[in-house]
Every structure is written in structure tokens, then in C-alpha cells.
């Protein structure tokens, strides 16, 4: 095959060169993505790793920046003692920035001589630092709170490091023993060391109170501020209020004397003070004890009167000498034994590595970020002198990234529409089949039983289609209805109007000849023939709302009610109220029967007389009776037909 090219015939190139001319473009064009996939990955995959791998340096690095600010080492001497923070993060489990915050505290506290040499207050620094992280584990506190804690005792105190240990080893001994953690009892006595030092209490003491406070289960604010106003309290002398010399004189104390007595034994003193209080009567103990420590300390001080051992057993605790001083170190050797430890033990180590490469590796890629940086102003200056090539630019990217994801997106979407087609083929023969078996069962043809299934399928497409309007009529009808009702009921009203009586009910009485229910197929005695199984209530009955009832009139008519009810004739009305009232009715004047009135509509003549029990109001019975009575003589002119509705 030839075609024209120009006047000059060329062969025609075969449809299926050309799709394969066009398949191997497409397969170059995808081979191409796929690289350039593979190395945005490759090189996110190695950036991410890279960035892993520098952030223990980085985060150590800043760490060590907080130390560096609060002491003052050489370069050297920041190397060397970043150099043993890092080496003790492998023999305790803390990690190596937990341990540089406990060095930064200490620093700033200003335990450490300055005009010691560097290699003497590096290695104060690391022992401190073991000091601090060993109290951290065995307390269950955080490494920030043990050097805060530890920083607090030696400079705020004045207490040496040995003061230090013994203390940290009592609270340990304290909480195991008593009802009181030992991160508890350190946050009471880190804020209250130095009044209690004041108040004449020995660092241990100060800790044995705060756990008596914290043993009836006393938050530690209001422990730590309830035993900052009992050393006040008992440690004011002639500064003392008119009301706290008043509430001592009561105890048997003079202010100034108690004092000095604090000084010189507090504890006891503190024991005397609790003992007298313990004494007082308990309508009386309240008010002293807020005189003398303030309401807002009652809750916590409270227990401590009430409970004379908890004092007692912490001066126990603090005078034992076998299992006290080394408590904190057995503690610490328990918890490093768990499994949680050692894993943290095992990536402090791991850390140890990478913060040791990226250390030599940080340098580099601070002049590299400084140098991107110069680059990075370049392009901004550039693009802010050139904002029209900026555009252009960004235009022309926004373009290939719409075109790539277009191209995947009519991908995803062609994959879709051809799985959908083989749906729909696979349903159409199943559905096949299955009108086969069907017109089998049935002995009709298949196109019969399709043309059901289409038929069945467009009736259930319009009453799902059209339900709304299909809901909206029927209720236009059902309204309309109701409304008709409600007319057919204002003009004839019922027999029982709301009087104020209860409904009286007519015991059914047997039909007269020739009236009730005829035979199916023959007339009745005013020869209209009634429909079959119709039920009669020409002598009253009850109705159900939508059901037809046979009433005997002026005629055989038939009567639809609209709502449930009862239908009560004139004279069962009578009977009804002359035996439920106890009044004798004397009827004269009727020219009808059965309710019917005379030629011309006559009201019926009715004169009532009554004979009422003892003690009953006759012109309230009268009232009632003749309201009855007239409501019964209207129901007989207008028909006496009642649907059970409510009528006004």
C-alpha cells in the first residue's frame, strides 16, 4: 500500500510497525521514569539515613551548648568533658543529653570551684554527675530533677558531697518504709532544705517530716508548704502574731522560748508541740491549729496530731544505721538490673558511635549550610529583579507536574473503566443463565421471562424514581379524606357531646324482625339489598375508624366513620341516664317511634322529672340531665349518626 507525499508515493508504514514503533517509545519513556524514580528514592533513602545517623551529634551537640554557657572551659577542657559525659552514658542508663542537663545544673549552681584546674572540676563535674544519675534511677525521677535536686542540696545547703549522698540514701530508706515515694519526699525537702536548716532540723530531719506530712497522702505542694509554716510558726519568737502567741500560750509555750528551743532540739521540740495539740479537745483543736500554721496547712498538719507514730517512726528511720546509708545504692542496683535498663544501657553505647562520627562530620556541613546559603541569596536576589522569568518558570513546572499527574490519573482511570466493562460482562451472563433456568422451571421461553424481568425492573425504577410524588399524593388523598370527615361530622353531630360525664356504654340488644343483617342475595324489609357480611348498628354498637356499618333510618344508608367510636341511639341514651343518675324521665308528646319525628321535624316533647339521692344538688343534676337530653334530641333529628370524633 502507497500513499501520496507531495505528488511522490511512499509506502505506507503497517499498523502494527507503527504500534510497535509506539510501544518502544512508551517503554523508553517509562524505563526513564523508573530511574528517575529509583534515584529520588535512592537519594531521600540516603538523606533520611544521613540525617538519623547526625541527629544523636546534633542533639548532643546542642546539649553541650547549654553546658558550655554555664561553664567556663577551654576548648579542650569542653572536649574533655564532653568526651566523659559521653563515656558515663555507658555505665549508667541515662541517656548522654540527660547527663548534660545534670551538668548544666550543676554549673549553674556553682558547686564546682572555678579556680580548681580543668582536669580536677572535669572530673568533680563526672562524679557529680554519677551522684545525680544514680539518685535519678533509684528515685524514679528524671535526670533534670536529680541535678536540679542535688544542685539545690549542695549550694542552696551548703552541703558537701558526702552530706549529699547520706541525705539522697535516707529519703530512699524513708520511702520504703513508709507510705511516701521518694520522688515525693525529694520535692519536699529540695523546697524546704534550707528553712529547715534554719529552724535548727538537721538535713535528715527535714526529710522525716516531709515523709510524715506525705504519709496521710498529702499532695507534695501542700506537704511542702505545710512544713514551711510549722518551722515558721514554731521558729518566729517576738516576731510572732498576736494570734500564734495566743494559740502557744494556750499550748503552754511562750513564743521566743520555743525558738530556742528549736535551735537546740527541734525534733523533740516539734513532738512537744504535736503531743499538746494531740491533747486538746476536739472542738478546740481546729481553731489552734489554725491560728498557729494557717487553714490553708490543716489538711496536711491534721494527720500528724491525730497520729502520734508517723513522727515517731520517721526519727526511727533516720536513726538506723545498718540499712539507711547504702539504701539509695541498692535501689539503683535493682532497677538497673531490668531489662529496660540494659536496652538502654545497649543504645547509649550505639549513640556513643554515631555521635562520635557525626562529630567529626558536623563541621563539614556547617560550611556546606553556609555556603548553600550564599547560593540561596543569589537565587533570591535573581528572582526578585526577575519576577516575569520567575513566572514563566513556575508555569512551565506546574505544567509537568499537571501532565505527569494527568497521565496517571487517565491511567487509573481507563484500568477502571476496562474492569467495569468486564464486570458487567460477567453479570450479563449470569444473568443470562439465570432467566434460562427460570423459563426451564416454567416452561415459557426465555424472552418472556426478560421481558418480566425488564418490566419488573422499569415498575421499581419509577416507584423509586417517583417515590416522593407518589407519598405526596396519597397524603393529598388522606388529607382531603380527614377534611370531608371532619365536614360530614360539624354537620351531624354526635349523640354524646363533652359534657363531663363518662362514656355510657349500651348493652346490645337483639334485632328486631326484619331488621339486621339480611341474607347475601336478598332484599331487606326497605328492599335495598345489603352487602355480604355487612355489620348493622341501626341499633347503636361500636365503629372502628375506615370500616362501612349499616344504620336504619330514614332508609337503609351506609356509614363510614372516621375515627373509633360508639353509636348510641336516643332511647339508649334515656335508659343509659336514667339508671346511671337515678332520675325518673317521664317522655310525653312523641309522635314517632324509635327516635323518628313527626311529619314536618318536630322536636320531640320531653318533660323531666327528677327525684334525686339525699344530699345531691338538683339543679346541678337538672343542668346536667337537660343538657343530656337536648344533645339526644338533636342526634335523633339530624340522624343520630356518630363517628366517635370529638365534637365541639
Known amino acids: 500500500a502507497f500513499e501520496l507525499d507531495g505528488g511522490a508515493q511512499r509506502p505506507i508504514e503497517p499498523v502494527a510497525q507503527r504500534r510497535g514503533l509506539g510501544d518502544a517509545r512508551a517503554g523508553v519513556g517509562l524505563a526513564l521514569l523508573g530511574l528517575l524514580r529509583a534515584g529520588i528514592a535512592e537519594a531521600a533513602a540516603l538523606g533520611y539515613g544521613l540525617y538519623r545517623a ?62 580548681l584546674p580543668e582536669g580536677e572540676q572535669i572530673a568533680l563535674f563526672r562524679d557529680l554527675a554519677r551522684d545525680a544519675a544514680v539518685m535519678g534511677v533509684a528515685f524514679d525521677v528524671s535526670a533534670k530533677q536529680a541535678g536540679d535536686a542535688l544542685a539545690t542540696f549542695m549550694a542552696g545547703a551548703g552541703m558537701t558531697r558526702a552530706e549529699t549522698l547520706d541525705l539522697a540514701n535516707t529519703i530512699n530508706f524513708l520511702s520504703n518504709n513508709m507510705n511516701a515515694t521518694a520522688g515525693n519526699v525529694l520535692e519536699v525537702v529540695r523546697r524546704n532544705i534550707a528553712i529547715g536548716k534554719t529552724a535548727g532540723l538537721a538535713a535528715n530531719e527535714t526529710a522525716g517530716l516531709a515523709a510524715a506530712l506525705l504519709q496521710s497522702g498529702a499532695a507534695p505542694e501542700i506537704a511542702a508548704t505545710a512544713q514551711k509554716n510549722l518551722l515558721n510558726a514554731l521558729t518566729r519568737g ?45 472542738a478546740e483543736r481546729g481553731g489552734v491549729i489554725s491560728m498557729l500554721f494557717g487553714e490553708e496547712s490543716k489538711s496536711a498538719i491534721a494527720p500528724l496530731i491525730t497520729n502520734s507514730e508517723s513522727v515517731a517512726k520517721a526519727l526511727r528511720l533516720i536513726g538506723d544505721e545498718t540499712e539507711r546509708p547504702t539504701a539509695m545504692l541498692a535501689e539503683y542496683r535493682a532497677r538497673a538490673a531490668t531489662t529496660e535498663n540494659a536496652l538502654q544501657l545497649l543504645g547509649n553505647r550505639m549513640n556513643e558511635v554515631w555521635i562520635n562520627i557525626g562529630s567529626s562530620v558536623l563541621p563539614t556541613i556547617v560550611e556546606l549550610a553556609e555556603g ?12 526578585a529583579k526577575n519576577p516575569e522569568w520567575m513566572s514563566t518558570i513556575l508555569e512551565g ?28 460482562q460477567v453479570a450479563f451472563r449470569v444473568a443470562f443463565i439465570a432467566m434460562g433456568a427460570v423459563a426451564g422451571v416454567l416452561g415459557v421461553s426465555i424472552g418472556a421471562v426478560a421481558a418480566a424481568v425488564v418490566s419488573l425492573g422499569v415498575a421499581l425504577y419509577a416507584l423509586v424514581r417517583y417515590w416522593d410524588q407518589i407519598t405526596a399524593a396519597i397524603e393529598r388523598a388522606g388529607s382531603a379524606f380527614d377534611k370531608f370527615m371532619k365536614r360530614e361530622a360539624e354537620r351531624t353531630p354526635g349523640a354524646l357531646g363533652p359534657v363531663g360525664l363518662p362514656p355510657l356504654e349500651t348493652p346490645p340488644r337483639p334485632p328486631r324482625p326484619g331488621v339486621g343483617r339480611p341474607r347475601i342475595g336478598r332484599g331487606d324489609d326497605f328492599g335495598i339489598i345489603e352487602p355480604p357480611l355487612l355489620p348493622m348498628r341501626a341499633t347503636g354498637g361500636p365503629v372502628r375508624a375506615g370500616h362501612l356499618y349499616g344504620i336504619n333510618e330514614m332508609g ?48 320531640p316533647n320531653i318533660t323531666v322529672n327528677i327525684a334525686p339521692p339525699a344530699g345531691a344538688d338538683a339543679r346541678e343534676l337538672a343542668r346536667i340531665v337537660r343538657r343530656e337530653i337536648e344533645e339526644a334530641v338533636r342526634a335523633a333529628r339530624q340522624g343520630g349518626l356518630h363517628d366517635g370524633a370529638s365534637l365541639a
Do not use: H, N
Open 397 to 424: 513546572l506546574g505544567l509537568v507536574v499537571a501532565g505527569l499527574i494527568g497521565s496517571r490519573v487517565a491511567g487509573y482511570a481507563a484500568s477502571s473503566v476496562m474492569l467495569a466493562v468486564q464486570q458487567a
Open 372 to 383: 548553600l546559603g550564599g547560593i540561596t541569596e543569589v537565587i533570591a536576589d535573581w528572582a
Open 556 to 603: 337503609r344508608e351506609l356509614f363510614m366513620p372516621g375515627a373509633s367510636g360508639s353509636m348510641v341511639t336516643a332511647r339508649g341514651l334515656l335508659d343509659a341516664v336514667q339508671g346511671a343518675a337515678g332520675l325518673t324521665l317521664a317522655r310525653t308528646g312523641l309522635t314517632r317511634t324509635a327516635g323518628v319525628p313527626a311529619a314536618g321535624g318536630a322536636a
Open 238 to 282: 517576738a516576731a510572732a502574731s498576736k494570734r500564734q502567741r495566743d494559740a502557744l500560750k494556750e499550748l503552754g509555750f511562750g513564743a521566743t522560748d520555743l525558738a530556742k528551743r528549736m535551735q537546740v532540739d527541734a525534733a523533740s521540740a516539734i513532738t512537744d508541740v504535736l503531743d499538746r495539740l494531740r491533747k486538746l479537745d476536739d
Open 54 to 115: 547526625l541527629r544523636p551529634a546534633i542533639q548532643f551537640e546542642s546539649a553541650m551548648a547549654d553546658v558550655t554557657k554555664v561553664i567556663d572551659l577551654t576548648a579542650d577542657g569542653q572536649r574533655g568533658l564532653s568526651a566523659e559525659i559521653l563515656k558515663l552514658s555507658t555505665e549508667v542508663p541515662i541517656a548522654a543529653k540527660g547527663i548534660s542537663e545534670i551538668v548544666a545544673s550543676l554549673g549553674q549552681a556553682g558547686v564546682v570551684a572555678k579556680d
